[in-house]
């Protein structure tokens, strides 16, 4: 038996990014690809433009929209056909959509599968600090267009092992992701529903270096924001919910040959080579699990 197939039909006026992690966090459960009208799918994944079209396939459709707004033209009919709606918007959407889900919490884009970023607390950030030869306080600065802010491909890495942070912009998503201890002002905790002293440390313009750099020096603090700032990421950014209540409603379960697709990305990310004993040791033992 394979895999369900999830037919995408999506407009231009999206969140691609935060659309592209929701449907690799299906992987699991279904291939998905873009389909036309009359193709074999056993589901939909469709912008509110592309609604009217598939309303007639009596296939499940999951819904996504950015805004409520973008559901204005939609017709009653079409939107009581929805099984499941996914929006990266705040409240009020269940008044349009009521069986939803919310992917990414206010920032669709920091959207992630938090079971491949590693938790890296305080005595660890240090270790590695010192391996690198960082200084034990070490403070990442994002969002103020500093020269010495890390280049794009190297933020994750920075955020992983900086003592602290200090954040104003919508890359405090990736802080929180990393379990970074952070600092930033009212205005971008509030914008990430943050509580002041629980997720991060508030402070104004004039003080954030400071507090940062007294962070720096106090392990308890520390500890306390990443394991809150972590757990505020897996409860709100995290891919892995929304996919599976997407799976779940649309009634998408794996196929037989999926195990072994998941075993051969983490053999990828371990950058074993194709022609490797051990991929052929794991191959057979997947072909003896599939037999009756």
């Known amino acids: 038996m394979g895999s369900p197939f999830l037919g995408i039909r999506l407009g231009n006026a999206i969140e691609v990014e935060a659309v592209r992690k929701l449907v690799a966090g299906l992987r699991p459960w279904c291939r998905a690809g873009y389909a036309s009208i009359g193709d074999p799918v056993d589901a939909w994944f469709v912008t509110a433009g592309s609604l009217p079209d598939v309303v007639g396939t009596g296939k499940p459709t999951c819904l996504w929209f950015g805004d ?13 056909a929805v099984t499941l709606g996914v929006t990266t918007c705040g409240l009020g959407a269940e008044s349009v959509v009521p069986r939803l889900v919310r992917l990414g919490g206010l920032w669709g884009r920091h959207a992630t599968d938090m079971r491949r970023v590693p938790v ?12 690198h030869g960082l200084p034990d306080d070490y403070v990442v600065v994002l969002g103020e267009d500093r020269h010495d802010e890390p280049q794009d491909g190297l933020v994750d890495t920075a955020l992983a092992l900086a003592a602290a942070a200090v954040v104003r912009g919508s890359q405090l998503g990736d802080a929180l992701i990393w379990g970074t201890p952070t600092v930033t002002t009212a205005r971008w905790a509030e914008e990430f529903d943050l509580e002041p002293g629980v997720e991060v ?3 104004d313009d004039a003080r954030l270096h400071a507090t940062a750099a007294d962070l720096c020096g106090d392990d308890r603090l520390g500890s306390r924001l990443s394991v809150a700032a972590r757990t505020f990421a897996e409860e709100r950014l995290d891919t892995r ?11 998408l379960t794996p196929g037989t040959f999926e195990a072994g697709h998941l075993v051969e990305e983490r053999l990828d990310e ?15 033992r997947l072909a003896e699990l599939k037999r009756p």
Do not use: H, I, N, T
């Not at 409520?68 to 009581?80: H, I, K, N, T, V």
């Open 201 to 203: 440390l508030v402070a």
């Open 241 to 251: 919910p929304p996919a599976l209540a997407v799976a779940s409603c649309l009634g």
């Open 120 to 131: 890296m607390m305080p005595f660890v950030r240090r270790r590695e600090r010192r391996r």
């Open 68 to 80: 409520p707004q973008e559901l204005a033209a939609s017709s009653a009919a079409a939107l009581a």
């Open 270 to 284: 371990l950058v074993l080579p194709p022609d490797a004993s051990f991929r052929s040791k794991v191959g057979r």
